[in-house]
């Protein structure tokens, strides 16, 4: 093969653990926003990788792509939870979070996530699902829009409009 | 609260699970890179060929028990969907079930006649091909009470587009095509032995372990397997987004879909030593008023598949299935 070809195609092949490494976080941490303590974030999170992984050679050259495209997999999987109502995810996963800092400085976070966790749940749920990709994945309101099919508009208001809730009942 | 309140509540993944995944991630490539053979389209997991091909051969699984998927069908991945029941009875209302969407066009190439009960689970192996595994975890005053063995089967399925087309008008699905060049052609499935082994408690059958080698498929070439994987899912009763995502998602060589009657039964997917399955639970009313628990645990390992069903505890259930050597 010349060389040339050689390393065109070396480039165009990405560094699938570095994607992954890069990925991971934001789809654990999408499922932790949409979900709390009721699901098990680590479970959906490696459904999500695993159907991802198999087609994610589609993406080579396009990589912003395969980020939403790996978002629309985890919001599938989380419509498919919530659709099944499975009684029997363990809980205590999904509890099992870690985080830096001294001993004091985590219990005023947990303290904190415990409660911020509590009113996400009041939240009706399509406003979960937006600050969930904006806060937990990190998505902003231009990619959100593209992977819901909203205005960029419509999602700056209703995700304005989740917080300032959240504001008021802090 | 801010914007950084917010942020902050972001956490990573502890690290054990993110080199677990990777791993589970990496093997999967691994085995997925063996699986390929694309010339002779020699293909394990067949069950979700010859759904979509055909014409769902899966309805008649959402209410069947698992054994019977296993009896058809083997797999390397399961993927649970649940469906509506109304819509199965619908469709077998307007003559959509599979018998009559399919039922002409199945030839039986090979009978594998009534099972053979046999002695021990060696004798098992013998007549079957392959070594049986047994679980060494028994819950208590639990006992193999039978083993059988059920012959091979080998099945030519021969598609009937236009059937297919009458189907998907029937059910107003107008903005998929059936793909051109699906009529006439003809699936070939071989399917191995299956061991059954039942056991009982004071006299009462409450778990059976059923496993299998996996089958072969033989496809001609062409078949765009994702397209008519969403034409099965649109039938089944998913949304046109659902149903584009879901089959645009998964690798249809190698993975089962198993449908669960939404209203009646609970799922997850799940992992039994370190292989994907598919965990399902149903409750039934009884006559008396009375509800009855039931399981089953779906796996494939090495080649091979595996189902645990019965009415012990979740926890007994599962412990049988991963003591399985």
Redesign the interface.
Known sequence: MPGRLARWISAADPDW?AV??DQ??RV??FF??RFGATAD???L???T???????RHRYRRDLAAFSTWLL??AR?VA??HV???????SLEQAS????AGTPEEQAV?NS??ER??ALLQQLPDREREL?AMK??A?MTNRTIAIATGLSESNVGTIVHRA?QT??AR? | MEDTDLNSLRRDPSPAFAVRLQSSLHEQEKSRSHAAWPRLRAIAAPAVIVIIILGLLSLPAVRASAQSFLAMFRVVNFVAVPVDEGRIAMLESQNLDPPHLIGEQIQVLEDPGAPIGVVSPEQAGTAAGFEVKVPTYEPANVTLATIDVKGQQRLRATADAERLRHAMETLAITDLEVPAGLDGQTVDVRIPPVVRMRYERGGAPVVEVLQAKSPEVSLPDGINLAALGEIGLRILGLSPIEARDFAQSIDWYTTLLVPIPAAATSFKQIAINGQPGVAVERVRRLPDGGRQFSSSYLWSQNGQVFAVNGSLSALDMLKMAESLK
């Open positions: 653990d992954y490494a991971l976080p654990y941490n932790r926003y974030a680590e479970d999170t490696a459904r990788f695993e159907k991802a992984w198999r087609a629309s997999i599938n419509a498919d659709r099944a109502r499975r009684p029997f995810v099992d979070v870690r985080a976070r904190d996530g911020l966790a600050l806060y937990g990190g917080v959240l504001r802090w």
